[in-house]
């Protein structure tokens, strides 16, 4: 069964551009989370779908948005970089978020702010 | 604030000796108990599981958890240079579809 794939890989913008990052969970997943890891704040959630639906959503600025569609697959958005936004952002999938949960994660796409 | 919290290390241990690393969490409504290895530049990997009080085998790994005391530990037996990481310990309460992340314990394991 394939992984969690996450594209692109690498990017880098400059400061004030936006940017879509885009998630395809594993098969059969309909559960995607999505964190930005920063070497210094480790991992922070941003916000979880499931079937469509964002049940839950972390401590992070308007700028960072997202969605799912009806495949499972997400995507993720931030408007008007700021040179903060440099992180790691990864997605994980989950069979449905319950108790169980399970995440499983892509390779990441890394971003760099200029 | 519902908190997991780990030694961040770094742990050293000598090839072959057995690595033990902690998790302590703070909601006691805590369900599920996840570790994961994350090599330098890559992202997260899931090992080890554990929902029941108790120990967990798995290869080289076990997973104890004790949820009177909510801590939850990871052992890594016949320690390998591969095994030098970072572990993450999870918890989720499953009330709220998000899983708390302590901040990570570095693991050294010295030849």
């Known amino acids: 069964k394939a992984g969690v794939t996450q594209t692109p890989r690498y990017l880098i913008k400059t400061r004030g551009q936006q940017v879509t990052l885009s998630c395809s969970p594993i098969s059969g997943h309909r559960s995607v989370s999505w964190y930005q890891q920063t070497p210094g704040q480790g991992l922070q959630f941003l916000f979880e779908?499931?079937?469509?639906?964002?049940?839950n959503k972390g401590n992070f600025p308007g700028r960072f948005s997202g969605r799912q569609f009806s495949n499972s697959r997400s995507e993720m958005n931030v408007s008007t970089l700021e040179l903060g936004d440099s992180a790691l952002y990864l997605c994980?999938?989950?069979?449905?978020?319950?108790?169980?949960?399970?995440?499983?994660f892509g390779p990441g796409t890394r971003l760099t702010v200029t | 604030q519902k908190e997991v919290e780990q030694n961040s290390g770094p742990l050293s241990v000598p090839e072959g000796a057995i690595a033990s690393l902690n998790c302590t969490y703070s909601d006691r409504g805590s369900q599920s108990f996840f570790w994961y290895r994350q090599y330098s530049g890559k992202s997260p990997e899931l090992i080890m599981f554990i929902y029941s009080n108790g120990d967990k085998e798995d290869g080289r790994f076990t997973a104890q958890l004790n949820k009177a005391s909510q801590y939850v530990s990871l052992l890594i037996r016949d320690s390998q240079p591969s095994d030098s990481a970072t572990y993450l310990c999870?918890?989720?309460?499953?009330?709220?579809?998000?899983?708390?992340w302590g901040a990570g314990t570095k693991l050294i394991i010295k030849p």
């Open positions: 994980a999938s989950s069979v449905s978020g319950g108790t169980h949960y399970e995440q499983y």
């Open positions: 779908y499931f079937s469509e639906t964002q049940r």
């Open positions: 999870a918890v989720n309460e499953d009330s709220n579809y998000q899983l708390i």
